[in-house]
């Protein structure tokens, strides 16, 4: 029942009746990207992790205001974010922006936000997946909240605090790296006819 609801019907809930199942609907799909994107900023897992609690304890201590969020998405990211700064702050430490250590291991690519995870072959799903991975890491993230979390070429550059302009050659780059893989790929196997009607759904996944 929960999983078919928007974030805007589950936060309704959570408002009015303080629904703790609509609650744990939201952690599941915000959980992990949010970890995942706060260890751009911290390269501990556990901190990342620890930042990322702090933001759903934050939630639910002001849950009768989350009806009125418009854009729920840019609030937690920002909510991490700035989390994540202050961290930094009180030890003392510089951002590390963009600089991943092998904790980021743990956080894979959500196959739910992915149309295409209905559309592919497994086998090539899964390469599809680990191309995204091995992205470097400025192309990966921006490719994900773009292509995964819907943000706007605007939003990410506020988010980033980068511009427009850098916000698109990340996208752009992510993009031809994902297609000359996936075409290698193809190129290998030879799985002409289904192959290029995959890679027909790829590349239109892939267009912004």
Known sequence: MYSALSNKDLLFQISENTDKKAFGELFQRYHEKLVSFALYYLPIY???????????????????????IENFDGYVYFSVKNLCLNRIKRNNNKPSLFTISSEMDHVSTNDCSQPLNQLLNKELREFYFALIEDLPSKRKLVFKLIKEDNFKIPEVAKLLEITDKTVKKHLELAVKDLRLGIQGYLEIKGKYGKAMKEKNQIEKALAY
């Open 46 to 68: 556990e901190e990342a992790e620890d930042v990322v609690s702090d933001v759903f304890v934050n939630l639910l201590k002001k849950h009768v205001q989350l009806k009125n």
